[in-house]
T-cell receptor
């Protein structure tokens, strides 16, 4: 069974801190890794997609890396802001079976002013 | 582009009733998906489609049916609703280059 695990499950930090969210996966068939943000009661917003040929992607204050050999991805958030408070989900995509995503349980982030 | 749209936003059903959740995408994606998200949990795949006329089961398909007659539309049918189907339902479509894009969700309560 494919598993995607996110650690920590919850994180509370003061504004301005740099932080790292971790995602690990056991399925060697995962070739792309996608990070999402979900605000309470809302849908999922795609943040970054790291394709199999890439090792990292950057968007503004966000940087995501992918190490397929170790089955790990990290999402780095620089200079965190209260507006970053949300749940962050990582999901691994397999090339077979309709390119479906397998989701981790998420990290609930609270950035305190 | 509107992206992925879902209707309705909210619905309350009685046990045993049926309903169809609508999903439409305007990005010309071949791949489409239905997920459910239970409170405090991750997303689980219900059904997916790799193109018009082709559908397949995901992780939790029991109690649901889908059809894909066009590239744009991927409705999810609930027959004989049960309390265990109380959840938030998300539809998504996929591009290999840009990943999956999600709709805003339908919040369903079965009483």
């Amino acid at each position: 069974k494919q598993e995607v695990t996110q650690i920590p499950a919850a994180l509370s930090v003061p504004e301005g801190e740099n932080l790292v969210l971790n995602c690990s996966f056991t399925d060697s068939a995962i070739y792309n890794l996608q990070w999402f943000r979900q605000d309470p009661g809302k849908g999922l917003t795609s943040l970054l997609l790291i394709q199999s040929s890439q090792r990292e992607q950057t968007s503004g204050r966000l940087n995501a890396s992918l190490d397929k050999s170790s089955g790990r991805s990290t999402l780095y958030i620089a200079a965190s802001q209260p507006g970053d408070s949300a749940t962050y989900l990582c999901a691994g995509q397999r090339r077979n079976a309709g390119n479906m995503l397998t989701f981790g349980g998420g990290t609930r982030l609270m950035v305190k002013p | 582009n509107a992206g992925v749209t879902q209707t309705p936003k909210f619905r309350i059903l009685k046990i045993g009733q049926s309903m169809t959740l609508q999903c439409t995408q305007d990005m010309n994606h071949n791949y489409m998906y239905w997920y459910r998200q239970d409170p405090g949990m991750g997303l689980k795949l219900i059904y997916y489609s790799v193109g018009a006329g082709i559908t397949d089961k995901g992780e939790v398909p029991n109690g649901y049916n889908v059809s894909r007659s066009t590239t744009e539309d991927f409705p999810l049918r609930l027959e004989l609703a049960a309390p265990s189907q109380t959840s938030v339902y998300f539809c998504a479509s996929s591009s290999l280059s840009y990943g999956q894009f999600f709709g805003p969700g339908t919040r369903l309560t079965v009483l």
